[in-house]
């Protein structure tokens, strides 16, 4: 799994790449959680490299989207391919995160909000 990090305006963006199972699950986690405690709980995920993910990556999701919440922040996903959306879809996780095609769209759903 690798995670690419960049800020556009006073959002981060987090691409990941790979295999978001239980063998990493943990470091999207801590990385997730580092920036929510840094007081930055504007977060665009984009999925466009993901490859795979299991309900431990669900699981990760769900918790970091509760606690941006609590500060007022939120997650959205981005360049989701439909594999991954289907298992969104199957978990009803698409009607709990705000899915956008692009990642320049996410990150402007935050400025309409």
Known sequence: ???????????NVLSLSGRLDAYCATDVEKKLDSLIEAGQPCLVIDLEKLEYISSSGLR?????LKKTRKQQGDIKLACMKPFIKEVFDIAGFSQLFNIFDTQEAAVSGFSEA
């Open 60 to 64: 990760v999701f769900l918790a970091a």
């Open 1 to 11: 799994m690798d995670i690419v990090e960049k800020k556009l305006g006073n959002v």
